[in-house]
Nanobody, 116 residues
Framework: QVQLVESGGGLVQPGGSLRLSCAAS????????MNWYRRLPGEEREWVAT????????AYAHSVKGRFAISRDNSKNTVYLQMNSLKPEDTAMYYC?????????WGQGTQVTVSS
């Protein structure tokens, strides 16, 4: 079955960096676009970034564009989110997600806290 497992979250100071990873299994990873989402405290889950299955095209939410970078390694069935210049307002639970055969799947999330 489809499984997505995030890792790499933690506590970081404002201006710092983190790289999140999401290991995927149970489907042909290279055939599907992959996404990162986040849920800020008290808010709905919001889309952060997408990387396509073709040509690795990327798209970003306005709030993270220029600071975050999504990438994928199809040989490892893993998608990454490099987060730079982190701000306190980036504090959230981060999830990777994929739509596989019209079904949405999510990982359990990894917490990112940006605080001094």
């Amino acid at each position: 079955q489809v499984q997505l497992v995030e890792s790499g979250g933690g506590l970081v100071q404002p201006g710092g960096s983190l790289r999140l990873s999401c290991a995927a299994s149970g489907f042909t990873f290279s055939n599907y676009a992959m996404n990162w989402y986040r849920r800020l405290p008290g808010e709905e889950r919001e889309w952060v970034a997408t990387i396509s299955s073709v040509n690795d095209n990327t798209a970003y939410a306005h709030s993270v564009k220029g600071r975050f970078a999504i990438s994928r390694d199809n040989s490892k069935n893993t998608v990454y989110l490099q987060m730079n210049s982190l701000k306190p307002e980036d504090t959230a639970m981060y999830y990777c997600g994929a739509r596989v055969q019209r079904q949405d799947y999510w990982g359990q999330g990894t917490q990112v806290t940006v605080s001094s």
